[in-house]
């Protein structure tokens, strides 16, 4: 059991930023409710503005705000699509709490008949449901790709800040020690909740798109962003990640990607059998009528939304404005609210086009607490030119192209060009964290939360040591065992980058030790994508045939207890020379060459099929080569391991080895060739579903341990692409096909059962199928010189097999987000239950992070 990637990663920047809380001093604040005059219901998203300044805020959920003007402010102004604008007079009292209530601008329509809705609700008859699907028949009409060519501008903001109730923050301990930081609270862009801003990106681009054929250009002119130290954080894979929780919201799609999950659109093709349906009212914007139209989850527990609508009623059934959030019921963690907001504007050609869409989200270890992480990313549009000739030549090259001068343009150039303006909060946040990260408190805090979620401590300015999870563990083979290494940093050497370590087993008393290097030859360091470079190493150490672990390292504490036996290990000595190469199309390859010595360890003994004489060590000398393709590929980028963002693109890698006898002490001819596919299905509200296929063959007479040794887990973890009931070293093949499949319904079973709902659990089931032989040329019969015999249990039975009867099968039924980290599988062996020491069903345990 261990903690996944993502945990590690979220859970360091949770950290951070609640580390920095702040204070404000004392001001003019003006709280209260805004409400719908007639129904007297709470309205949110309320826009709550200071005439003729740069102060604004907007109403939650429960119609509620707070505002900080300057002194001297006499009106505020409230205004919301579909109710008349209201201008509010301020006393001269310091903290005032007022009500407001606004009505609506209603004007009577013919097209649609507006019904009280006294009975049940239903679809049939239904004027709201037979609107929403017009809107729906003519979404193609009016979706972004129904021109032939567009340009236009873009600016784009990404801000994440700390957030809290005004006087907490300002009571915070920890905000003394920063002044700088204390000064810049901003009581204004959040109703009932004061924040502070700790990270800022803008980006200032042209935009080019032809839609037959499809293809696109963004070429960026300004870029400009809160840059941490690269000693703890990888900057560009911050920037990716949260443009993966906040993607760009196209309204017209059936599904709207958030936070890693998929959410049904409110016109999409299947609203009507999710959604609710009502038609609010009609109003004028700019001469044209438009139809409210509000919408609610028919169950508030599925990723769905709530909101609000704005239909145009000239024939073409647009969206003109849309007000969306995420229902408080809804299976989500970590998120206690989250809106989106989109703008459109009529074009020359008679269509609306979008002008602005925001997502906004408030973050928190629990929906109640105070405190948290306030989010944003806004995106607006202008300067459209539509159908008109591009240049091909504006195609050429990569899809993003980021001029020499973008991150070197100044304040004057943001002044100028930002589509709107920023607070001085806002402004002041580059400045202020690079202060932050001067002082010397905040190194300290960092080196921590280093430690404790990379496995690193920073022991001078070029070396680091680490990981400590794997300092400490114990095997059979090797008893005790203790471990010690570190590796160097960025600011040794930009282009060189070298790890090492020892490790000494207690039992066997045996030194175990490796030494690696890296020359970066992309002119940055080794990390940093597109990469390039040679990697050199040697390792002596133990390995268990069979055990392949995907972002942890083999000899970590928790993976030292095993179920089963566990006593057939490998002593490994291994040469390895690398040349990698990765392309901003996410095309990557490798090429290298392995001098790979083997011999047992523990219960595991070689031994010559033909003469039964021992056979102390194996070594292959091999060349091999890795392609690898992953279209539109995100991640971010560890301490360790690059850790994927899922998305619906497939990923493809190819693998070729050849072996060679006789060169550098190698003892075998063989040639290996290997494919695995890995693609995610999304099915909107039933979940998604992760699709991994993978065949190999092997040519050539080899012995047992050079075939494929099929990846088995004996630990208590619950593998993704292991076989979690198949035992280390129990089947091998020369040839093999396998299919695993696993869905995550999440939680749309449980949230339709009343009470178990709120819990919000999720279910997951898998299957994994696998299919081999070997070869007779490769299969020990007690008289084959070359190879060896299969390995032999203590009672004298063979262990390891080939799958020549029927596939290997094994499925599983899951729980997950128990206490919202939690996952627990029931998983089950369907047959080969008449090898020894094999468990029909088990308990596995996973941690994962998720939203």
Do not use: C
């Not at 963004?218 to 690269?230: A, D, F, P, R």
């Amino acid at each position: 059991m261990y903690l996944n990637n993502w945990a590690k990663n979220i859970i360091a920047i949770l950290i951070i930023l609640l580390s920095f809380s702040t204070t404000a001093n004392s001001q003019i604040k003006i709280s209260g409710t805004v409400r719908d005059s007639e129904t007297k219901e709470p309205l949110a998203n309320v826009s709550v503005t200071i005439p003729d300044s740069n102060v604004k805020t907007s109403t939650n959920e429960k119609g509620n705000f707070t505002i900080s003007p300057s002194e001297g402010t006499k009106n505020i102004d409230f205004t919301k699509e579909g109710f008349k604008k209201q201008t509010y007079s301020l006393n001269s009292e310091k903290l005032q709490k007022i009500d407001i209530l606004l009505k609506d601008r209603i004007t009577n329509v013919e097209e649609v008949v507006i019904r009280a809705q006294k009975k049940k609700y239903r679809n049939k008859d239904n004027p709201a449901v037979e609107l929403i699907r017009k809107v729906i028949e003519h979404k193609e009409k009016n979706r972004f790709n129904s021109y032939d060519k567009l340009s236009f501008e873009q600016y784009e903001k990404i801000q994440f800040s700390l957030s809290n109730k005004y006087e907490k923050l300002s009571n915070n301990k920890l905000v003394k020690k920063y002044p700088f930081l204390k000064e810049n609270i901003d009581t204004t862009k959040v109703s009932d909740k004061a924040v502070l801003p700790l990270y800022m990106e803008e980006v200032i681009s042209d935009n080019f798109q032809t839609f037959s054929p499809n293809k696109s250009k963004k070429i960026v002119k300004g870029e400009k962003k809160v840059t941490l130290s690269e000693d703890f954080v990888d900057n560009a894979g911050i920037g990716t990640y949260l443009k993966h929780i906040y993607q760009e919201i196209d309204i017209y799609d059936n599904n709207i990607s958030l936070l890693t999950n998929q959410f049904l659109s409110p016109i999409a093709e299947s609203a009507p059998t999710f959604y609710k349906f009502y038609i609010k009212d009609t109003i004028e914007v700019n001469d044209d009528r438009m139809i409210n139209l509000s919408f609610t989850p028919r169950n508030k527990s599925d990723f769905l939304f709530s909101g609000n609508l704005l239909i145009s009623l000239d024939g073409n059934y647009a969206v003109q404005g849309a007000e969306m959030r995420i229902n408080k019921n809804t299976n989500v963690n970590w998120v206690k609210e989250m809106g989106i907001s989109q703008e459109f504007e009529k074009n020359d050609l008679g269509k609306y086009i979008i002008t602005k869409s925001k997502i906004t989200a408030d973050f928190g270890l629990s929906k109640n607490s105070d405190g948290g992480i306030y989010g944003e990313r806004t995106l607006t549009f202008k300067n459209y030119r539509i159908n008109q000739p591009i240049d091909e030549s504006i195609f050429s090259g990569e899809k993003t192209e980021i001029k020499e001068s973008a991150a070197a343009q100044g304040n004057e150039f943001w002044e100028e060009n930002r589509h709107e303006t920023i607070t001085d909060s806002e402004k002041k946040v580059y400045s202020n964290i690079d202060k932050l990260q001067n002082t010397k408190s905040f190194k300290r805090t960092m080196n921590m939360v280093t430690l404790l979620f990379a496995g690193y401590l920073k022991a001078t300015d070029y070396f680091e040591i680490g990981p400590f999870n794997t300092f400490y563990s114990f095997t059979p083979v090797e008893g005790f065992r203790l471990r010690f290494g570190g590796r160097t940093t960025p600011h040794f050497n930009k282009n060189i980058y070298l790890e090492t370590y020892a490790a000494y087993g207690f039992k066997d008393e045996k030194w175990k030790y490796y030494i690696g290097g890296t020359y970066s030859l992309s002119g940055n360091n080794r990390f940093t994508f597109p990469a390039k470079g040679i990697n050199v190493s040697y390792q002596q150490d133990t390995k268990i045939p069979g055990q392949e672990l995907q972002f942890i390292q083999e000899d970590n504490f928790l993976l030292s207890f095993k179920r089963g036996e566990n006593d057939k290990w490998l002593y490994n000595s291994i040469y390895m020379a690398e040349y990698y190469h990765e392309f901003l199309n996410h095309i990557s390859f490798k090429v290298g060459y392995k001098n790979w010595k083997q011999s047992g360890a523990g219960a595991l003994n070689f031994s010559n099929d033909a003469t039964q004489n021992a056979i102390s060590d194996i070594t292959t000398s091999e060349i091999y080569t890795e392609f690898r393709w992953a279209p539109n590929e995100e991640f971010y980028q560890g301490k360790l391991y690059r850790w994927p963002l899922p998305n619906k693109y497939p990923v493809f890698t190819l693998r070729g080895t050849f072996g060679m006898k006789d060169i550098i002490k190698g003892d075998y001819n063989y040639q290996k060739v290997n494919l695995n596919i890995y693609k995610r299905f999304y099915f909107s509200q039933f979940g998604f579903s992760d699709v991994v296929l993978e065949g190999g063959y092997t040519f050539g007479k080899v012995p047992y341990p050079l075939l494929d040794i099929h990846r088995a887990n004996q630990t208590y973890s619950y593998q993704l692409q292991s076989y979690n009931l198949m035992n280390f070293l129990e089947f091998v093949s020369d040839h093999y096909a396998s299919l695993q499949y696993e869905h995550t319904f999440n939680g749309f079973i449980f949230n339709k059962i009343p009470l178990l709902k709120k819990l919000k659990f999720r279910e997951f089931i898998s299957f994994k199928m696998l299919y081999g032989g070997v070869r007779d040329e490769n299969t020990p019969n007690g008289s084959q010189f070359g190879i060896m015999k299969f390995p032999t249990n203590d009672q004298g039975m063979v262990s390891t097999y080939s799958l020549e009867r029927e596939p290997y099968m094994e499925g599983s039924v899951g729980i997950g987000n128990i206490f919202k980290f939690f996952r627990v599988d029931l998983v089950r062996r369907f047959n080969y239950l008449d090898h020894p020491n094999v468990s029909k069903s088990g308990v596995r345990f996973r941690f994962k992070f998720d939203f």
